[in-house]
């Protein structure tokens, strides 16, 4: 070993010496380590990457937990996460330094870049600008259309080529509807404007000059030995290991993984409106611009119970902004299979926090609460028992609401037709096909371009039949199949309706071929 490797290893030694007494030093750290301790055993989350900015240095990182259930590998702060949609962001800030360089405005439409892209509305399609797409007011609703992207076949030009089938559910720019294919959209124009795809340009970009080096755009990077941690989610009530989700077709909506190191690091540079360790990326304005409400959103009037002192709320471009307690907090969540995530900054406090869970639960949000509440000296909330609270509350709805179901099955019906004659190809224009057969004396739905999705069916009444999606990433659960027949009682129509958060199936319109 030379000494600049002893050198090197007694810094880094010193340092998390440093750091780890300077925790222990300040009872405010103390307090929030405590906290994500007791919450992290509340909701059963195996591991988590905590990190905290404080005037312009990280004063907290650090690892909790084991990156997979079973096994003994720790996270720590460099260990991988996926981000899911805070890396909306970040696609947000490569369009703002093309805009701080001419090279795009705000209020450019989107087919000067884009020529082919094409909405279900010709207005719109003509009117979109590229700031529209960052901002979620283009009419459709929350989630609109994801399942072309979820898992499929399709590229990226094949996913937002299938939008333009998609109906409207508002006007444009008039209500709030979370759009991931719009990101995806903005994510595209900056190779049709630099000739550099969006992972080479968020490399070189943004990952090279704030030094995140372990950050990444696509599962395809990891290697085996990485620190990487491992998605779960319950199913049946336990807790299970599920597979990372291929994010390319999506990218620049939500594809980002990164650690609390150097997440902690996007945050220094986002509460320094642009620059970082001097280094300007984009200019004071673009930042404005950024966190400048775009599309107001209601407060709901359970929130305004619970949380008074929050008077408006809307999204910027890439940032969700609200007040709380005198003071701006700009922030956003991510959610992909087995993994949730918070970034939350409050500028006036030079304060942010980001926490990057390998598990689906409230923990991101808890813990990002209580940080902005600890620093600012806020104690009227209890963010864990809330939650708590909360999913106790809706377990008890489910079971309701499954009660329910049960009691409207009209008992003593059988189909219409012999069970083959309902087999056959549906199509939906934006979706593709779906395959309908008869497995086991059963039928069997397989959306063909979504792998792993396929629902076993039961008779329910008349031509309805109950859906049991087999297990996945995702779990989906139940819904209904609807058959539609004719006059003449030919199947012409197929109707799928799989209630989640997530998912809206009923947009698929599947037409039975002849």
């Known amino acids: 070993m030379n000494p600049r490797q002893i050198y090197l290893i007694l810094y880094l030694t010193l ?10 030093s300040d009872p405010k750290l103390k307090e929030i380590d405590d906290y994500i301790l007791k919450v992290q055993k509340d909701w059963n989350v195996p591991g988590c990457g905590v990190a905290i900015v404080k005037d312009d240095s990280v004063i907290f990182e650090k690892g909790f937990g084991v990156r997979e259930i079973g096994k003994p590998e720790p996270v720590d702060q460099n260990t991988l996460f996926g981000i899911a949609s805070c890396s909306k962001a970040f696609t947000a800030a490569s369009i703002a330094m093309l805009v701080d360089e001419g090279k795009i405005k705000w209020d450019d439409p989107v087919t000067k870049y884009l020529p082919d892209f094409q909405l279900y509305d010709p207005y719109v399609t003509r009117e979109m600008q590229v700031r529209d797409l960052l901002c979620h007011r283009s009419g459709l609703t929350t989630f609109g259309g994801d399942l072309i992207w979820y898992w499929t076949k399709y590229d990226r030009k094949e996913v937002i080529r299938r939008i333009r089938y998609l109906k409207p559910t508002s006007s444009f720019r008039t209500q709030f509807g979370y759009q991931n294919i719009m990101f995806l959209t903005a994510g595209m124009i900056i190779p049709a404007v630099t000739g550099k795809n969006w992972e080479d340009f968020v490399k070189e970009r943004i990952f090279a000059p704030l030094g995140m080096a372990n950050s990444n755009t696509s599962i395809s990077s990891f290697k085996p030995g990485d620190d990487v941690a491992t998605p779960h989610n319950e199913h049946e009530g336990k807790l299970r290991v599920v597979k990372w989700m291929p994010g390319d077709n999506l990218g620049p909506a939500g594809a980002i993984n990164s650690s609390a190191h150097d997440m902690a690091q996007w945050m220094r ?21 950024m966190w400048t409400i775009h599309t107001p959103q209601q407060i709901g009037e359970q929130s305004a119970r619970l949380v008074p002192s929050t008077h408006f709320s809307g999204y910027g471009l890439g940032w969700g902004l609200r007040d709380y307690e005198g003071r701006m907090l700009v922030d956003h969540t991510g959610a992909v299979d087995g993994m949730t995530s918070r970034i939350l900054l409050v500028p006036d406090e030079k304060l942010g926090v980001v926490v990057l ?29 809330l939650n708590l609270l909360q999913k106790h509350a809706g377990d008890s709805l489910s079971a309701a609401a499954e009660k329910k179901i049960e009691d409207s099955r009209i008992k003593g019906t059988k189909p219409s037709l012999a069970l083959e004659k309902y087999s056959g190809t549906y199509s939906s224009e934006m979706y593709g096909d779906v395959s309908v057969t008869v497995e086991n004396k059963n039928l069997v739905v397989t959306f063909n371009a979504t792998q792993d999705l396929i629902a076993d069916l039961e008779h329910w009444h008349y031509d309805t039949f ?10 989906f659960g139940k819904g209904f199949v609807q058959f539609i027949l004719d006059k003449d009682a030919n199947v012409t129509e197929l109707k799928v309706d799989i209630p989640n958060p997530d998912f809206d199936f009923k947009e698929l319109e599947l037409k039975k071929g002849r």
């Open 466 to 475: 109950r859906a049991t999606v087999r297990p996945m990433n995702y779990p």
């Open 357 to 385: 869970t390998n598990s689906e639960s409230p923990f991101s949000s808890i813990i990002t609460r209580k940080v902005v509440d600890v620093f600012i000296g806020v104690t009227k909330m209890e963010w864990n028992t």
């Open 269 to 289: 540079l986002q509460l320094g409106r642009g620059t970082y360790r001097g280094n300007k990326l984009f200019s004071a304005g673009v930042s404005r611009t």
């Open 15 to 24: 340092f998390s010496l440093s750091f780890v007494l300077a925790r222990q």
